[in-house]
């Protein structure tokens, strides 16, 4: 406890420098890549760039060491082996970069953001640990919460795959609902006249103000959340494949008409393929609100999942799990996102270098 | 399942086509009536060719869709052969300027989409190969349209409208959007399918060498209010040379004709 301080602001010191090797990587890479003529300077440039990395972890966990003296073993041991573990990948990756062709590339892309990451962690470390500038404990260290993602893993497990099995119900019960509206609405006429002025009277609620009603209407919290989830989801979803169905082009209809198509192609082989990239707009604004429903219903109603362990963890101080479910929150969904992305791209993929996002 | 390289068709695949006193009014914005044709009364031969000519607002395409059964008139009344014309059917393809693809579906599924909406695919799914061949696209089967050139993706429209074996074939400025080269070119492939199947076809186009290089008879439309002005017939033998001397006597009388229009307009 009594000993960081005075070599605190040295280290401190030492720690400005991985961001400054990222910027130098930085300049020449560009350079590099503009003029790929001279292979040698080119070659040196990638080592600069691939070195970075296990330079960064080096200095972070030198510093990590430096100053963690007082702090709880366990949690200096952990989070050194994290930091110990990057170093050991960015020295493989040192290695290997010549031997695997893929590996330079995503090196070159990746390293400054990657050591970035790292130089965030370190200067979380010296306010938190080093300087103590922050109030604990709603501001644990890096490792703190580190340690109490390892040591509560277990309970963050259960409490992802909850939470996955809420946000698939609700997620697919809005979607398919939505999109049933959405192209009901978005073709026939008589729908759009009755359903448009309830989409655009119900739909702009939040999902969460139906919490007392929904905790009223349904047997259990469960199945309150899914239906809440479900319904956040619906809004969007309507409103962006309604529009993409009733905005298909006129003349891909009549050409398909005068190919002897009924009404059955023209909605399912012409309006919706049309209306895609509006529906996977939908789909994309309809999760972002799903994530928000999900994290509320659960603090609320329901006993299990990510959001309610946040708030459990909460209550009782323990600012580590807090933070700690708020990183597996962030991995989660980003995963979810990006799955939705990759199967975005596949569909659209009559779309590629016409329009792109 | 023996493949041929063309399609086995009837020497004359097309029907004949009557349109009497068929007239069109569009509501304005501002509520007033405008007559987009006026009382236009033609008859199309089974197997003919025949261009509909005039400068835009004449009523070209407006003629084109009623034929085609995608606008109804306001008054008179237009046959296929006896039967008369209540609505869009695969017997009457249609090629807009555009060539209207489904940017989503590939040149193959493209040209197939015919053969889906009928619900014959199983059966003619063969047919495909033979259509791709046909217009010079076998190996772009699997490209989506937008790597297409304008050229290449009309001849998926045409393949696309060709595969119902329709007796009409409606040609809205197919070739408007093209270069010059592209253009001559396209317009000698245009006359290679309608020689191979005698599909009866309607084309509409404000070019006047295009209508004279290709049609049996020309019809010159005039606007406000868009009305048949004359029709005439092309007596050139085929293949027309483009700076022959009766080519040009004729463009000479079409461009009289025009200005006649222009004077009578003023």
């Known amino acids: 406890m009594s000993s960081p301080p005075p070599t605190a602001p040295a280290r401190e010191v030492a720690d400005a420098s991985p961001p400054d090797a990222s910027n130098e990587a930085t300049g020449p890479g560009h350079v590099s890549s503009a003029t790929p003529g001279t292979a040698a300077p080119a070659a040196s440039r990638s080592w600069r760039r691939a070195a970075a990395l296990p330079l960064a972890a080096a200095l972070a966990l030198g510093l990590h060491l430096g100053i963690s003296g007082g702090e709880p073993p366990a949690e200096t041991r952990t989070y050194s082996l994290f930091l110990g573990g990057i170093l050991g990948l960015g020295l493989l990756f040192l290695a290997l970069q010549f031997r695997i062709a893929g590996l330079q590339t995503w090196i070159r892309k990746n390293a400054p953001l990657l050591v970035a990451g790292i130089a965030l962690l370190a200067v979380a470390e010296i306010i938190t640990t080093g300087l103590r500038l922050l109030p604990l404990p709603y501001f644990p260290s890096p490792a703190k919460i580190l340690q109490s993602m390892v040591e509560d893993r277990g309970m963050l497990w259960t409490s992802t795959w909850h939470s996955l099995f809420l946000l698939l119900g609700g997620y697919s019960l809005g979607v398919l609902t939505g999109l049933v509206s959405g192209v009901c609405i978005g073709w026939s006429v008589r729908a759009r006249y009755w359903g448009m002025p309830l989409l655009k009277f119900v739909g702009p ?113 323990e600012y580590g799990k807090v933070y700690s479910s708020i990183v597996v929150m962030a991995v989660f969904f980003s995963s979810i996102m990006t799955l939705l992305f990759k199967v975005r791209d596949r569909v659209l993929v009559w779309q590629k270098g016409a329009i792109k996002w | 399942m023996v493949a041929e390289a063309t399609p086995t068709v009837p020497e004359v695949e097309g029907s004949s086509l009557r349109v009497r006193g068929a007239s069109k009014r569009f509501l304005t914005p501002e509520g007033t009536e405008f007559l987009a044709l006026d009382s236009a009364s033609l008859e199309v031969g089974a197997g003919e060719l025949v261009s509909l000519l005039g400068p835009s607002g004449c009523g070209k395409s407006t003629l084109l869709r009623l034929i085609a059964g995608l606008d109804e008139p306001c008054e008179g009344e237009l046959f296929v052969g006896t039967e008369p014309i209540t609505g869009p059917s695969a017997s009457r393809g249609l090629v807009f300027q555009d060539p209207n693809l489904f940017p989503w579906l590939t040149v193959r599924r493209n040209v197939e989409s015919g053969l889906v909406a009928r619900g014959v695919k199983r059966e003619k799914a063969h047919e495909v190969d033979e259509y791709l061949r046909l217009v010079g696209l076998e190996g772009f089967a699997d490209s989506y349209p937008h790597h297409l050139s304008g050229g290449m993706a009309q001849r998926v429209a045409l393949a696309r409208a060709l595969i119902n074996h329709p007796k009409i074939l409606l040609l809205d400025e197919p070739l408007g959007a093209l270069d010059a080269f592209t253009r001559m070119k396209m317009q000698d492939e245009v006359l290679r399918l309608w020689e191979a199947r005698r599909t009866t076809m309607i084309f509409v186009t404000h070019d006047i060498d295009e209508a004279i290089y290709m049609s049996d008879r020309i019809v010159v439309m005039t606007p406000r209010p868009g009305r048949i002005e004359r029709i005439i017939d092309v007596d050139l033998a085929r293949p027309r040379q483009r700076s022959g001397a009766d080519f040009l006597q004729l463009r000479g009388e079409i461009l009289e004709l025009m200005e006649f229009s222009k004077h009578a307009l003023a």
């Open chain 1, 205 to 317: 609620i939040p999902a969460t103000a139906w919490i007392p009603l929904a905790l009223v209407l349904f047997p259990s919290a469960l199945f309150s959340a899914v239906s809440l989830i479900a319904l956040a989801v619906w809004f969007p979803v309507t409103m962006l494949s309604s529009a993409g169905i009733s905005n298909t082009k006129a003349s891909y209809l009549d050409v398909a008409r005068t190919l002897g198509a009924g009404p059955r192609f023209l909605v399912f082989r012409v309006a919706i393929p049309a209306a895609m990239p509006n529906i996977f707009l939908g789909l994309f604004m309809g999760l972002g609100s799903a994530f928000l429903t999900l994290v509320v219903a659960e603090t609320v109603g329901v006993k299990s999942g990510l959001g309610w362990y946040l708030g459990w963890a909460r209550e009782w101080a």
